[in-house]
Protein backbone atom coordinates (compact mmCIF):
# COMPACT_ATOMS: atom_id res chain seq x y z
CA UNK A 1 0.00 0.00 0.00
CA UNK A 2 1.71 3.30 -1.35
CA UNK A 3 1.87 6.26 1.29
CA UNK A 4 0.72 9.69 0.65
CA UNK A 5 3.23 12.63 1.62
CA UNK A 6 3.19 16.20 1.19
CA UNK A 7 6.94 17.61 0.08
CA UNK A 8 8.18 20.21 2.88
CA UNK A 9 7.45 22.61 0.92
CA UNK A 10 3.92 22.12 0.33
CA UNK A 11 2.97 21.39 4.02
CA UNK A 12 3.04 25.01 5.22
CA UNK A 13 0.99 26.15 2.18
CA UNK A 14 -1.01 23.16 2.63
CA UNK A 15 -1.73 24.28 6.31
CA UNK A 16 -2.10 28.31 5.27
CA UNK A 17 -4.98 27.38 3.40
CA UNK A 18 -6.88 25.07 6.20
CA UNK A 19 -6.25 28.40 8.35
CA UNK A 20 -7.88 30.49 5.90
CA UNK A 21 -10.12 28.24 5.29
CA UNK A 22 -11.30 27.85 9.20
CA UNK A 23 -11.17 31.52 10.11
CA UNK A 24 -13.07 33.26 6.60
CA UNK A 25 -16.34 34.39 7.50
CA UNK A 26 -19.09 32.55 4.86
CA UNK A 27 -20.35 34.12 2.32
CA UNK A 28 -23.28 37.28 3.30
CA UNK A 29 -26.84 36.42 1.15
CA UNK A 30 -28.46 38.62 -0.49
CA UNK A 31 -32.25 38.69 0.34
CA UNK A 32 -35.15 39.99 -2.17
CA UNK A 33 -38.23 41.51 -1.07
CA UNK A 34 -40.64 42.22 -3.83
CA UNK A 35 -42.95 45.42 -3.15
CA UNK A 36 -46.20 44.80 -5.55
CA UNK A 37 -49.57 46.27 -5.38
CA UNK A 38 -49.42 47.93 -2.02
CA UNK A 39 -47.98 44.87 -0.63
CA UNK A 40 -44.33 43.73 1.12
CA UNK A 41 -43.86 39.90 0.76
CA UNK A 42 -42.21 38.33 2.26
CA UNK A 43 -43.71 40.66 4.95
CA UNK A 44 -41.46 39.41 7.52
CA UNK A 45 -37.64 37.70 6.73
CA UNK A 46 -34.93 36.60 8.88
CA UNK A 47 -31.46 37.27 7.83
CA UNK A 48 -27.83 38.14 9.05
CA UNK A 49 -25.50 41.24 9.90
CA UNK A 50 -23.71 41.61 6.29
CA UNK A 51 -26.37 40.48 4.52
CA UNK A 52 -27.84 42.74 1.49
CA UNK A 53 -31.68 43.24 1.15
CA UNK A 54 -33.02 44.08 -2.02
CA UNK A 55 -36.49 45.32 -2.39
CA UNK A 56 -37.98 45.39 -6.29
CA UNK A 57 -40.64 47.73 -6.86
CA UNK A 58 -43.12 46.34 -9.49
CA UNK A 59 -45.29 49.23 -8.84
CA UNK A 60 -46.06 51.73 -11.40
CA UNK A 61 -45.25 54.24 -8.54
CA UNK A 62 -42.44 55.35 -6.17
CA UNK A 63 -41.83 53.48 -2.79
CA UNK A 64 -39.72 53.85 0.04
CA UNK A 65 -38.08 51.12 2.76
CA UNK A 66 -38.00 52.61 5.74
CA UNK A 67 -36.90 51.16 8.98
CA UNK A 68 -38.86 53.06 12.54
CA UNK A 69 -35.65 53.13 14.54
CA UNK A 70 -33.95 55.31 11.54
CA UNK A 71 -31.36 52.46 10.61
CA UNK A 72 -32.03 53.18 6.65
CA UNK A 73 -34.61 55.03 4.11
CA UNK A 74 -34.13 53.71 0.39
CA UNK A 75 -35.76 55.36 -1.86
CA UNK A 76 -37.25 52.73 -4.94
CA UNK A 77 -38.61 54.98 -7.64
CA UNK A 78 -41.51 52.82 -9.88
CA UNK A 79 -40.00 49.72 -11.50
CA UNK A 80 -36.50 49.73 -9.73
CA UNK A 81 -34.77 48.48 -6.83
CA UNK A 82 -32.80 49.50 -4.20
CA UNK A 83 -30.52 47.58 -1.37
CA UNK A 84 -29.07 47.66 1.92
CA UNK A 85 -26.37 46.24 3.70
CA UNK A 86 -27.36 45.11 7.21
CA UNK A 87 -25.01 46.35 9.83
CA UNK A 88 -26.36 45.45 13.24
CA UNK A 89 -28.63 42.56 14.70
CA UNK A 90 -31.78 43.47 16.04
CA UNK A 91 -35.51 43.40 15.15
CA UNK A 92 -35.99 46.30 12.51
CA UNK A 93 -39.84 47.28 11.89
CA UNK A 94 -40.19 49.05 8.52
CA UNK A 95 -42.37 50.75 6.42
CA UNK A 96 -43.14 53.12 2.89
CA UNK A 97 -43.42 56.66 3.70
CA UNK A 98 -45.51 57.43 0.89
CA UNK A 99 -48.14 54.37 1.78
CA UNK A 100 -47.50 53.86 6.02
CA UNK A 101 -50.19 50.42 5.56
CA UNK A 102 -47.25 48.64 3.86
CA UNK A 103 -45.33 47.25 6.58
CA UNK A 104 -42.64 44.55 7.46
CA UNK A 105 -40.19 43.42 9.46
CA UNK A 106 -36.68 42.18 9.66
CA UNK A 107 -34.83 39.99 12.00
CA UNK A 108 -30.82 40.41 11.49
CA UNK A 109 -29.15 37.50 13.74
CA UNK A 110 -25.16 38.57 14.51
Known sequence: MRRLTIPGRLLPVASAIVLVWTIVPACAATIEITMENLVIAPAEVTAKVGDTVVWINKD????????????????????????FVLKKAGSVDYYCRYHPNMTAKLKIEP
Do not use: Y
Not at 67 to 81: H, Q, R, Y
Open 60 to 83: VFAHTATAKNGDFDVNLPAKASGR
